[in-house]
């Protein structure tokens, strides 16, 4: 297989190769298993002496295209296809943490993020302890403890989108010897690159902007094989034998892919979080125009924005290429362009908010971003709907706080519709 380095041509052209006669769409395998002539083949496989796929489980072909492509976008040594981007998150966590160890990470991450870290894996006996990622490298340091075994931290926030200072995140990670993990849903590989800035390990919801027309779940785990677990004390569980696999010491036949193996024929073996054939199909083939859905968000989303910050019946707009964004900086340094969402305020609090929702015609109310139609969502009135006023307020979300997906629709029917529900 070639390799390119232009993000557009790997988008297209990466992870599926055929040969001779073969179909030039990749296919989509929907298969659980693979037919093999002796079994010493098979044996083989199972003690991961050969490679090869025996169960979906654990691999499968039109998911490893997927994977292939995704790695090549990043810039990681190989990636592993999940259910769902909750389940990339979780299996990271598995593969590097047990009962007694500690997670440190930024507060401002997803909601389905903050409740697995700081609630289903807190009741498992992984803690995490939430930093605000505007503190200094020093204050972030301190919240490491002997037993931390990861950082986490999202490239652009959702739905804050504040952009993480990767240098600063990446200086800890390594004062701590202790992989950086990143969740670059957001920004995608197309306008951000975590691997470039210092991550060890990037993660995805594809279900967001990869997949980009809201039809498939899926996560990514992407490994960007330049963590020394080999010389680390805190992972005995890479560098001491495995009695699942007759004793098999991970880095030492697998090198610096041993994080990416281990998180597939341990974590993805025993929990089984794949990925399905037909959603890793239904990403890979849109993740064709990335680049081009890319683009095009960012454009509308920085229109729409100007077009917010304009308006006399808005109060405040967040999107971080905006003069006012405290983030304005870290944007230019770390993204190509600022991606598809923004939050803004209506004037007339919480009643404003759900006025210019109820008039919306062409972005209608979904609690899903990142695909190519105008969305909105206002979170005091549904995900945030139990909280009172002030409780929203502590939790960074204002009453009138609505958050808008912007699609690749063309920009001036966007703000038509913007406009005249804001009237
Ligand atoms: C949606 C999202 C997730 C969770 O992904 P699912 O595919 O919905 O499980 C994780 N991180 C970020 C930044 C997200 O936006």
Redesign the pocket.
Known sequence: MQNYKNLETIAVQSGYDPQNGQSRVPPIVQSTTYAYDDAQAMADLFDLKAVGHFYTRLSNPTVEFLEKKMAALEGGIGAMGTA??????SAVVMTLCNAGDHIVSTGT??G??SNLLGHSFEKLGIKTTFVDQTASEDEIFAAVQPNTKMIFA?SL??PSVKVLDFEKFSNVAKRAGIPFVV?N??PTPFLCRPIDFGANIV?H????YSDGHACA???MVIDAGNFDFASSDKFPSFNTPDPTYHGLVYTKTFGNAAFIVKARTHVMRDFGMMMSPMNAWLTNMNLETLPLRMERHSQNAEKLAQFFSQHPNVDWVNYPSLPTSADRDLAKKYLKACSGVMTFGPKGGRQGAEKVMNKLKLAKIVTH??DTRTCVLHPASTTHRQLSDDEQRATGILPELIRVSVGIEHIDDIIADFSQALS
């Not at 769902?84 to 998150?89: E, H, L």
């Not at 919801?205 to 967001?208: E, H, N, P, R």
């Open positions: 769902s981007g909750q389940s990339a998150t991450v997803y389905g993020t999202e926030s959702n969740d849903t957001f993660v919801s594809t279900s967001k779940l899926g996560g971003v990142a």
